[in-house]
C-alpha cells in the first residue's frame, strides 16, 4: 500500500480516533467499501460510512499513534482479493497479505508496501486463439504446475468480445496481463471486491455429497457439496481437531481455511501439519490444495471481517473454474465480536447482548455464498461453507448460534459431555441435523449403495433407543431393564464405540472412506442382530453382556481407511464367537 | 479356723485341703505369670512409645532446628539484599541531585545568557512566535500562551534528561 | 520532544476521564501524564482524539483534581516501558515502580506494553516440557514451553500458595529459566505471602514480581499483566531464557476491566463484561509461545478463580477458548485435606504430547498417564456403583479400584507446599500407585514395562 504523502490528490485528513474507527474529511472521490491508506504508515481501512463531507473507517491494523490532521489517501477501490495462483499453498493475514512477507512480528506497517512475496513465474497455456470472441467466465487458458491442480484464467464477469495481446504458451510473471478482452486487461492474479459475490450463471438443483471422511457426520449428518453447516461447540469439544481432519481429508479440490480470531499455536500446527501430509487422492501435499488466512485472536480484530470476506471471495474464484471448494471458517464467533466492537464505537444502538442489529443480516450474507452452480463459462463448481460457532458458557441460545442455525442446512453440534467421556467427534446425535441427508441418501439408494437409507435408519434408530434408555439405566441399573431392551443398550454402546468413535490421531482411521463407513456399520448391525436372536432364543443378556466384543471394537482401528475387507473378516470371527454361545 | 468335725474326718478331707492348696497355689502362680508378662509387655510398649517419642522430637528438634536455620539465612539475605537495594536507590539519588545541582550552577556561569537564548528559541519552536516568555526562578525560561505551557528551567531541564538516562546509569553499581 | 509541552486546557473531569481541549497532533493510544498544581503525578491513556478534544483515562482516576490547576504532557507515543534484565531480582508494584527500596528499573531499551502479534508462520510449535516439580502436573497434565495453560480454581482454595510454589520450583531441564510473577488484586497478606514463598527464586535473579494490590488504582491493574508480558517477551526473546508469566488472579483483572469500560460509558455484553473481553484475555494470553530461530519461550499460566464455581462464566469460559488446557482445583479434594486438590480428570494439558513421553521426558511417561486416567474414570464409577448398591455389593476388582484412587491422592497427589518431586520421582510414585491394581486392568501400559516391574506370572 506503500506510505501516505501530503501531496497525493484526493488527500484528506484525519478528524477522529477511537480504537479501529476513524473519521476523516477532505478525502476526494470516495465511495462506500473504498480503502484508503490512513497516516504516514498507509495503514489500511475500509470506508464504512459516508455522511456530508467525513468519512467513517474501519481500520484494518492497530491505531496507536494516529492523530487528527494525519492524511488519509484514498486509493480509488474496493478491498479486494488478489486472486490468483499465488494463493495455493501460502498463508495470508485477513486482507489476504502473505505472511512469508513480514518478520517475526506483526508490526502495523509491517505488510504494506513491500512487493507480495517473490515474483513467482507460472507455466500458462491459452486455450483460446487471438481475435476469437469470448463471453464472461470463458477458460482464457489454464496454469499449470501449481501443486496437483491445474487451475483456469477466466475472462472476468461482465467482459466480453474478441481476445486480444493474447501472450504465448510459456513461463509469465504472476502479474503480467495475459490477454485484453473488450479493452480490459486480463492479468494472471486478477482483482475482485470482496464484499461482492461472484455472478455465476445458475443455481444448480442436483445434489453431490461431501464425503468428510467421518463417519458420524458421513453417515448419519452428511452434508451435500454446495452446502452450509454450523459447528456450535464449547472449548474442550474438540471443535478445531474436528475441523482441522475434515481441511485434510474430505474430497474437495480446494480448501480454504479462515483461522478468523483463534488460537496461534494452532494456525502454527496447521501449517506444519498441512505441509507434511500427502493428499492420498493426488499425491501432493495437503498445502498445495489448501489457502490458509489466518487472523489469529490478538491481530487486528477487524481483520477478522476481512478474513471472512476475503476467505469466500477466493472459494468463489476456485468455483468458477469448476471446482469443489469448502470454506472452514473457526470461529465465526470471534467475527461477531468484531462486528459488535466497531457498531459501538459508531454509537449504534445495541441489541440482544450488544450485538448491532445487522448481526443477523450479516451472518446470513456470509452463508448465502455457498452453493452448487453452472459457472458463467458453463462449469459446475461449488463452494461449501463450514461456520464453527463459539458459544459462550456453551449456551446454544445465545445470538451468534441462534441465527446461524435459521440460515444453515446442516448442524453438528459438539458436546460437552460426549468430550468429556472422550468420546471424539463429539458430535451430538440428539443435538445434530442435516438437511441434506434426505436427498443424498435417495441419491446413493439409486445409485452407488442401496443398502444406504436401511443402514442409517438402523443406526440412528439404534442410537435414539439407547439414549432413551440411558436415564432408566442410571436410574434403576442395567438388570432392571428387560433383557431385548439390554441389548439395545449394547447396540447402542457398540455403536457408539465401534462405528462414531474415531480417533484423529490414528494412522488407521483419521480418516474413513465410504467403503469402510459402510463396512462398519453393518459389521456392527450384524452383531447386534445375533444378539438379539440370541437373547430371543433364551440366553440371558447378562451373558451377552459379559461377551468380549473386542474384535468388532477393534475393527476401526485394525482396518485402513479404505479396507472393508479387514473389517468383514473381523465381523466374521465376531459372529463366529458369537455362534459359540452359550 | 478350726472345724469341729471328728479326728477321722478332718484326716481324710487333708489330701482333697492339699489339692484343692496346690490349684489354688498352681492359679495363683499361674495369674501371677501373667500378670508378669503383662507387666512385661506393658514396660516394653511403654519403652517403645517413650523411644518413638524421643526419636520423633529428635526428629522435630532437627527439623525445627534447620527451619530456623533457614529462616535465619532468609532474613540474612533479605536484609543484604534490601541494602544493596537502599544503596543503589541513594547511589541513583545522590547522581540525581549532583546533576541537578550542576545544572543549576550554569546560571551563575558565563556561559549562561547563550543558554538562556538558546532555551527561547526552543520555546517559541515549541510554543509559535507568540509565545510569551519569562525567566524561570533558578534559570532558565517558562513560556506560556492561552492553552499551553512549557518548564524549559534549568531544573526540569536537567530532570527530563535524567529520566531518558536509561541503562548508562546502571554503570553505577556495575563493577 | 512532545513530553516538554503541557497543556492547560483540561476542560472537564469526570470519573477516570479527563477532556482536554484544543490539542494538536495527540494520537490515539497515547500515554499522558498529568501534573497537579498540588503535586502529585498522574498518568493516562488517550482514549479518544476528536479533532481538537482528546479523551483521556486517568490510571489513578480524578479524585481530588481541579481542572484549572492541572497540565497535561502527552508523551507523543503510547505506553512503552524500560525492558532487559534490570528487572530480574526486583519488586515493583504494578505500574513498574519498586517496592523494594531499589532505584527505577532502568532496561536497555523500552518497550511497547500493548506488544505486537507473533507472525503465525514464524511460530515454532511448543515442544518441550516446564517441569513444575508439582506431581499432579507433571504427571498427568505436563507444560510444554509456549504454551498458555491456566488454572481454575474458586474462592477458597489454595490457588495461589499453589502458583507460588510453581512459580518457585519450575526449571527448564537446566536452560535459563526465570519467572515474571505478576499479581493483580491480591490483599496485602498475600502480597506478603507471594513475596516470602518466591524470595529464594528473587535471591537467585530468576524472578521479576509486580504486585499489584486490592487498595491500589483499578485501571492500573489492566496495565500489570501487559507490563509483565513485555518484560518478559524480552527476556526470552532477546536475551535467550525460558520465560514462565505467571498472572494471578485474571478474575480480579477482568473485573478491573469490566469497572473501567462502565466508567468509560460501554455497553455492556454478558455478565456486564465488556464485549471485547474475549479479544482482550486472547491479547494478554496469546503473547506465549516460541519463535522460530529465537532461543528462548514465554510460557503462561493464568490463574483465575471461578465465582461460586461456575465453569459458564466469561472469566473461565473465554479463558477456555483461548488457553490450551487448564489445571483444574477441586473443593472436594481440598475439604479431604489433599494439597494440592487437582482434579486431574477435569484437567488437560492439550500440548502435552509434544513436551512428554519418548525423547523429552521418559518413555513410559505418556502411557502411565493415560492409564493413571483411564484408571480414575472407573474408579469414579465405582464410587457411584458404591453409592448405590453399597460397598458390600462390589466385586474385588471394583474395591481394588477404591484402593487405586485412595492411593493416588494419598501418594502422587498430596505433597508438601515446599516439596519439589524430580519428574523420576513423579513417576516412581505413580507407578507404585498403579501397581495397587492388578495387571490384567493395567491394560494400557506396553506390556514391556509391566514386565519390567512385575514377576511374569503378574500379581
Redesign the interface.
Known amino acids: 500500500m506503500g506510505g501516505t504523502t501530503d501531496t497525493a490528490p484526493g488527500t484528506g485528513r484525519i478528524l477522529r480516533v477511537a480504537g479501529p474507527l476513524v473519521e476523516a474529511g477532505e478525502v476526494g472521490g470516495t465511495a462506500m467499501h473504498d480503502l484508503v491508506a490512513l497516516g504516514p504508515d498507509g495503514l489500511p481501512g475500509e470506508i464504512v460510512g459516508i455522511r456530508d463531507s467525513v468519512v467513517t473507517v474501519q481500520a484494518y491494523e492497530y491505531t496507536g499513534g494516529l492523530a487528527p490532521g494525519m492524511p488519509v489517501r484514498p486509493l480509488g477501490r474496493p478491498l479486494s482479493a488478489p486472486l490468483g495462483p499465488g494463493l495455493l499453498g501460502g498463508i495470508h493475514d485477513g486482507l489476504l497479505r502473505p505472511l512469508s512477507a513480514a518478520g517475526d512480528w506483526l508490526v502495523p506497517g509491517a505488510l504494506d508496501g513491500h512487493a507480495d512475496g517473490e515474483r513467482v513465474a507460472r507455466e500458462f497455456v491459452p486455450l483460446v486463439e487471438e481475435g476469437e470472441t469470448v463471453e464472461p467466465g470463458a477458460v482464457l487458458g489454464e496454469i499449470r504446475g501449481v501443486g496437483p491442480l491445474t487451475l483456469r484464467v477466466l475472462v472476468p464477469p461482465g467482459c466480453a468480445g474478441p481476445v486480444r495481446g493474447l501472450v504465448p504458451p510459456g513461463r509469465h510473471d504472476e502479474d503480467a496481463v495475459l490477454a485484453t478482452v473488450a479493452d480490459t486487461p486480463v492479468r494472471m492474479t486478477g482483482q475482485w471486491p470482496v464484499r461482492t459475490p461472484r455472478p455465476v450463471r445458475a443455481r444448480l438443483d442436483t445434489v453431490r455429497p461431501l464425503h468428510t471422511g467421518q463417519r458420524v457426520i458421513d453417515l448419519l449428518f452428511p452434508v451435500a457439496l454446495g452446502s452450509t453447516v454450523a459447528v456450535p461447540g464449547g472449548f474442550g469439544t474438540g471443535k478445531t481437531v474436528l475441523l482441522q481432519q475434515i481441511a485434510k481429508w474430505c474430497d474437495a479440490d480446494v480448501i480454504v481455511y479462515v483461522g478468523c480470531g483463534e488460537r496461534g499455536n494452532e494456525m502454527a500446527d496447521l501449517i506444519e501439519e498441512f505441509g507434511a501430509l500427502t493428499d492420498p487422492r493426488t499425491g501432493g501435499r495437503l498445502v498445495e490444495r489448501t489457502v490458509i488466512v489466518a487472523n489469529t485472536s490478538n491481530m487486528p480484530m477487524m481483520a477478522r471481517e476481512a478474513s471472512i470476506h476475503t476467505g469466500i471471495t477466493v472459494a468463489e474464484y476456485f468455483r468458477d473454474m469448476g471446482l469443489d471448494v469448502v470454506v472452514i471458517a473457526d470461529s465465526t464467533s470471534r467475527w461477531a465480536e468484531a462486528l459488535r466492537e466497531f457498531a459501538s464505537r459508531t454509537g449504534a444502538l445495541p441489541a440482544e447482548e450488544g450485538y448491532p442489529a445487522g448481526l443477523a443480516s450479516a451472518v446470513a450474507a456470509f452463508y448465502e455464498r455457498a452453493g452448487a452452480v453452472t459457472t458463467l463459462g458453463g462449469h459446475s463448481g461449488s463452494v461449501t461453507v463450514i461456520g464453527a460457532v463459539s458459544p459462550p458458557g456453551g449456551d446454544m441460545a445465545e445470538p451468534v448460534t441462534a441465527h446461524t442455525q435459521r440460515f444453515v442446512r446442516c448442524l453438528w453440534t459438539l458436546d460437552r459431555d460426549l468430550a468429556y467421556a472422550r468420546h471424539y467427534p463429539a458430535v451430538s446425535w440428539a443435538g445434530s441435523f442435516s438437511r441434506d441427508a434426505g436427498t443424498l441418501t435417495a441419491g446413493h439408494a439409486a445409485g452407488d449403495d442401496p443398502e444406504l437409507p436401511a443402514r442409517r435408519a438402523r443406526v440412528a434408530g439404534l442410537l435414539a433407543e439407547a439414549g432413551r434408555l440411558a436415564d432408566l439405566v442410571d436410574l434403576l441399573g442395567i438388570t432392571a431393564l428387560p433383557d431385548q431392551e439390554r441389548v439395545s443398550v449394547l447396540g447402542g454402546r457398540l455403536v457408539r464405540e465401534g462405528l462414531l468413535q474415531q480417533s484423529a490421531l490414528s494412522e488407521q482411521d483419521a480418516y474413513s472412506a465410504p467403503e469402510k463407513t459402510a463396512a462398519l456399520a453393518e459389521a456392527v448391525l450384524a452383531v447386534v442382530d445375533r444378539c438379539r436372536e440370541l437373547v430371543a432364543s433364551g440366553v440371558p443378556a447378562a451373558r451377552v453382556e459379559e461377551i468380549d466384543f473386542s474384535p468388532v471394537l477393534r475393527a476401526r482401528e485394525e482396518a485402513g481407511p479404505h479396507d472393508a475387507e479387514t473389517v468383514e473378516r473381523l465381523r466374521a470371527t465376531m459372529l463366529d464367537r458369537l455362534r459359540e454361545v452359550p | 479356723m478350726k472345724t469341729s468335725l471328728p479326728a477321722p474326718m478332718t484326716a481324710a478331707l487333708e489330701p482333697v485341703r492339699a489339692r484343692l492348696l496346690r490349684a489354688a497355689e498352681a492359679d495363683a502362680a499361674a495369674m501371677l505369670a501373667t500378670a508378669d508378662k503383662d507387666a512385661a509387655t506393658i514396660l516394653r510398649q511403654a519403652e517403645a512409645q517413650a523411644a518413638d517419642l524421643l526419636a520423633e522430637a529428635r526428629e522435630r528438634g532437627a527439623a525445627d532446628a534447620e527451619a530456623v536455620r533457614r529462616a535465619a539465612h532468609?532474613r540474612a539475605?533479605?536484609t543484604a539484599?534490601?541494602r544493596?537495594?537502599?544503596a543503589?536507590?541513594e547511589?541513583?539519588?545522590e547522581l540525581r541531585r549532583q546533576v541537578i545541582r550542576g545544572v543549576e550552577a550554569l546560571r551563575t556561569t558565563e556561559g549562561y545568557p547563550r543558554i538562556e537564548a538558546g532555551l527561547t528559541a526552543r520555546a517559541h519552536r515549541?510554543?509559535g512566535p507568540r509565545a510569551r516568555i519569562s525567566p524561570a526562578p533558578g534559570g532558565g525560561v517558562l513560556a506560556?500562551d492561552?492553552?499551553?505551557?512549557?518548564?524549559?528551567s534549568l531544573t526540569q531541564c536537567a530532570r527530563?534528561a535524567l529520566d531518558g538516562?536509561?541503562?548508562e546509569?546502571?554503570e553505577l553499581w556495575t563493577p | 520532544m512532545n513530553a516538554v509541552v503541557e497543556y492547560t486546557s483540561v476542560r472537564e473531569l469526570r470519573g477516570p476521564l479527563a477532556v482536554v481541549d484544543r490539542v494538536e497532533g495527540v494520537g490515539w493510544d497515547e500515554f499522558v501524564r498529568f501534573t497537579p498544581e498540588s503535586g502529585g503525578e498522574r498518568h493516562g491513556l488517550v482514549l479518544e482524539v476528536d479533532r481538537g478534544t482528546a479523551v483521556v483515562q486517568v490510571l489513578e482516576d480524578t479524585a481530588g483534581l481541579d481542572p484549572a490547576r492541572l497540565r497535561a504532557a502527552f508523551t507523543g507515543t503510547p505506553l512503552r516501558v524500560p525492558v532487559g534484565p534490570g528487572w530480574l531480582g526486583r519488586i515493583c508494584n504494578g505500574r513498574g515502580e519498586p517496592l523494594d527500596g531499589g532505584p527505577p528499573v532502568f532496561g536497555t531499551t523500552t518497550s511497547a506494553v500493548s506488544g505486537d502479534p507473533v507472525n503465525p508462520v514464524r511460530r515454532e510449535p511448543p515442544a518441550e516440557p516446564v517441569l513444575t516439580g508439582i506431581s499432579a502436573i507433571d504427571a498427568l497434565t505436563t507444560v510444554v514451553r509456549g504454551q498458555k495453560l491456566p488454572v481454575f480454581s474458586a474462592a477458597g482454595l489454595p490457588h495461589l500458595e499453589l502458583a507460588a510454589q510453581i512459580a518457585a520450583q519450575s526449571t527448564a531441564g537446566g536452560q535459563p529459566f526465570c519467572v515474571v510473577f505478576a499479581a493483580m488484586g491480591v490483599t496485602h497478606a498475600d502480597a506478603a505471602f507471594v513475596r516470602d514463598a518466591l524470595e529464594e527464586r528473587s535471591a537467585s535473579g530468576e524472578l521479576v514480581l509486580l504486585l499489584n494490590t486490592a487498595d491500589d488504582p483499578v485501571i492500573e491493574r489492566v496495565l500489570t499483566p501487559r507490563i509483565a508480558l513485555t518484560v518478559a517477551e524480552r527476556l526470552a526473546f532477546f536475551e535467550g531464557r525460558h520465560v514462565l508469566v505467571v498472572m494471578a488472579d485474571m478474575t480480579s483483572y477482568a473485573e478491573a476491566l469490566r469497572e473501567v469500560s462502565a466508567a468509560r460509558g460501554e455497553i455492556p455484553a454478558r455478565r456486564a463484561y465488556p464485549g471485547y473481553l474475549y479479544s482482550d484475555l486472547a491479547s494478554l494470553y496469546e503473547r506465549c509461545g516460541r519463535v522460530r530461530g529465537l532461543p528462548g519461550s514465554v510460557t503462561v499460566l493464568p490463574v483465575l478463580t471461578m465465582p461460586a464455581g461456575d465453569i459458564t462464566h466469561p472469566v473461565p469460559d473465554l479463558t477456555g477458548y483461548i488457553t490450551e488446557g487448564q489445571v483444574v482445583l477441586s473443593r472436594t479434594l481440598h475439604a479431604r485435606g489433599v494439597y494440592p486438590p487437582v482434579d486431574a480428570l477435569s484437567s488437560l494439558s492439550r500440548m502435552m504430547r509434544k513436551g512428554a513421553g519418548p525423547g523429552r521426558t521418559r518413555e513410559d511417561h505418556l502411557d502411565v498417564a493415560a492409564q493413571l486416567l483411564a484408571a480414575l474414570a472407573r474408579a469414579r464409577q465405582v464410587r457411584e456403583l458404591a453409592d448405590l448398591v453399597g460397598q458390600s455389593a462390589l466385586t474385588a476388582t471394583d474395591r481394588a479400584y477404591l484402593d487405586f484412587d485412595d492411593a493416588f491422592g494419598r501418594e502422587l497427589v498430596d505433597q508438601r507446599r515446599d516439596e519439589a518431586r524430580t519428574l523420576e520421582e513423579t513417576l516412581e510414585r505413580a507407578w507404585r500407585v498403579l501397581l495397587t491394581l492388578p495387571r490384567g486392568q493395567l491394560s494400557m501400559l506396553p506390556a514391556r514395562f509391566l514386565d519390567a516391574r512385575l514377576p511374569q506370572d503378574g500379581r
Open positions: 532468609v539475605r533479605r539484599r534490601a544493596e537495594l537502599a543503589r536507590r547511589c541513583w539519588e515549541l510554543l506560556e492561552e492553552t499551553r505551557r512549557v518548564d524549559l527530563r538516562a536509561g541503562p546509569v546502571e
